[in-house]
Every structure is written in structure tokens, then in C-alpha cells.
């Protein structure tokens, strides 16, 4: 996760703009590097990047964002690029859903009820080794918390999210939400860590399969075309959430054939295609059907077959004596 300080929405111009992308000059003017700035070429697509906006002493977090891709160097520029004109190239990453928060988190407030763990934060990550410091958006300075100027993109990892968003991010449990996190908003963060829950699945999923699609005869291994997907969905089986044992590598295809119900799985983890949808699509005729009764390639850790059970359960599949 990552945290964007900008203090206005124009922020570069149309294409640009504040939740529309991340960006930074590559170097100082006229020459050096700024580490605030390099940290963009670490953002990963399907990051969280949470937005912290205004200026002192108005500033919120607003709400958050989704890496739309990797980021990037690039030679385009900013319709506006304002002080920083003068830079040659840019990093840059687009973002996609914007979430804004129902209730914006004034940061005077949580520096004020989390003054003592996050001065206990700061003293920590300043006395590891310095290739271990984490970049952070806040400095200790004339005895107080303040924003440290020129830190616009920062690192935010679940320890700090849990000081500065409360119990609802997973924070400890006597942690009061305060008076800067309201209820509602106290919600939408709690879908945020159900969100990052379901990326950490999927990753894990996917690496028990070797990145590679497990449907018979499926040769996608590339990652941007494969899903580490639920076997019982996230919504239905609360006991299952984050066990791999419940996933599925398929690529985008399979992904949503499996989804939709066009083929399952028997108790022995072979294909079971579902007759009567499988009618209704030339598709599935063609690269379902053949693959009847094979087995799925399997990872380290099998699917569960009460898992399986569920989908047979939600799909309307009658499985026949020896399926079940």
C-alpha cells in the first residue's frame, strides 16, 4: 500500500489529475535523484494507494485508489506540469476506482489521538539499518508530528494502517476509532482490508499452481491472464476466506467459465461439465466438453472438496453417484 500527499486536485492537468495517476520528474532540477519520486517505479498493478490532500490545517486523507499497471518512465508530460517543467521525463501510474471517503479523516486528528504510537513508529523505523527504512510521510520535528515536505509518495505498510485507520483496518483491538474515523467511513476502510485479504489469496493461489492455469490442456502462464479464483465465493463461505485450499488457478477464460457455472469439478478433482449450459454456448462445446473426466493439474496444497461441494451447490449441479 501507498500514500499520494497532494495538495490540489489539478495536479498535472487532464490525464494528470489527482486519482486519474501518480507522477513525479525522474530527477532534480537540474540534476539528482529524490527517493520520494523513485519509489513510483515500485508500484505494483492492483496496489492500494490511499490519498492524502490539502494543506495545513486542513489536510484529510480523502479516500483511495487502484494501481492500474506497474509504473512506469515515460518521456509524455503533463499538460500542466507546473515547477517541474523543466524535467526531461516522468515517472507514472495510472490509477482506476476511486473510492472518496464518506466522512474525510482529518490527519491534525490522528496526529492528536495517535501522537504516542506513531512517534513510537518513527523511532523505530529511524533506528533500523537505512537500506531498511521505510520512506514515511511524517517527520518528529520542534517536538511535534508534521508531514515531511516533498514526500509525495510514501510507503504505507499494514502497521502504520493500522495506527493511522484504526480497528476497523485491523488496528488492536482497545484502539478506540476516535473521534477522526467515523462509522461509515470506519466501513469502507474495513472493505479495503477485505480487499487487500482477497489480493494476498490470489497471489497465494496462484503461486501454488506454479502460475500456470490448472485446466487440462491450458498452457497460459502469464500472470496478467491468469486469477487465483474462489472455489466457494468469498461472500458465501465466511470460514473459508484466505485458505488456499479454496482456490483455483485458471486463466481469465476458464476463470469465468468456472464462475459462471459451465464446468465444475467432481470429488476427484476432475472436469465435470454442466450439461445444460453447456447447450447454450458454441465455446464451451469446443474447449469444455473434450476435457470431461480429466484431471485438473494440481499444486502443493489440493482444493477442498467441501469447497467444491459449494460450487456444485451454487452452479444448480446434480452430480451423478460416483462425483460425489
Not at 490539502?54 to 506497474?70: E, H, L, M, Q
Not at 496478467?224 to 479464483?229: K, P, Q, S
Not at 473459508?240 to 488457478?249: I, Q
Request: proline share 5%.
Amino acid at each position: 500500500m501507498w500514500l499520494e500527499m497532494s495538495q490540489n486536485s489539478v495536479h498535472g492537468g487532464l490525464g494528470w489529475a489527482f486519482t486519474e495517476c501518480l507522477w513525479s520528474p525522474t530527477h532534480q532540477n537540474p540534476s539528482g535523484s529524490w527517493s520520494f519520486w523513485e519509489i513510483l517505479k515500485r508500484v505494483r498493478k492492483g496496489d492500494i494507494v490511499f490519498h492524502l490532500r490539502g494543506k495545513s490545517p486542513r489536510t484529510d486523507f480523502v479516500g483511495y485508489s487502484i494501481a492500474d499497471s506497474n509504473g512506469y518512465q515515460t518521456q509524455d508530460r503533463p499538460p500542466m506540469p507546473g515547477q517541474w517543467a523543466y524535467a526531461t521525463s516522468f515517472y507514472r501510474v495510472p490509477l482506476t476506482g476511486f473510492v472518496p471517503f464518506l466522512d474525510p479523516i482529518p490527519l491534525g486528528g490522528v496526529f492528536s489521538e495517535r501522537d504516542v504510537q506513531l512517534r513510537e513508529y518513527f523511532s523505530e523505523n529511524k533506528s533500523r539499518p537505512r537500506r531498511l527504512h521505510e520512506h514515511i510521510f511524517f517527520v518528529v520535528q520542534a517536538g511535534r508530528l508534521q508531514c515531511l515536505n516533498g514526500a509525495y509518495l510514501s510507503e504505507f505498510g499494514e502497521e502504520l494502517a493500522n495506527i493511522i485507520l484504526g480497528p476497523r483496518f485491523g488496528g488492536k483491538s482497545g484502539q478506540a476509532n476516535g473521534v477522526s474515523v467515523s462509522a461509515r467511513t470506519g466501513e469502507q476502510i474495513a472493505q479495503v482490508k477485505a480487499r487487500i485479504g482477497q489480493s494476498v489469496f490470489s497471489a497465494n493461489v496462484r503461486q501454488n499452481y506454479g502460475n500456470r492455469c490448472c485446466f487440462p490442456g491450458c498452457s497460459v502462464a502469464e500472470d496478467r491472464f491468469l486469477v487465483g479464483a474462489h472455489i466457494a465465493r468469498w461472500s458465501d463461505a465466511r470460514e473459508l476466506r484466505g485458505d488456499t485450499s479454496n482456490g483455483l488457478c485458471f486463466c481469465l477464460l476458464h476463470d469465468r467459465a468456472f464462475e459462471i457455472g459451465l464446468f465444475t469439478l467432481t470429488a476427484e478433482l476432475r472436469i465435470a461439465a454442466n450439461s445444460a449450459k453447456l447447450a447454450k454456448s458454441p465455446w464451451a462445446k469446443e474447449n469444455i466438453a473434450p476435457y470431461e473426466g480429466e484431471k485438473i493439474a494440481l499444486g502443493a496444497i489440493k482444493p477442498a472438496v467441501e469447497s467444491v461441494r459449494q460450487h456444485w451447490e451454487r452452479i444448480g449441479f446434480v452430480p451423478n453417484r460416483n462425483d460425489a
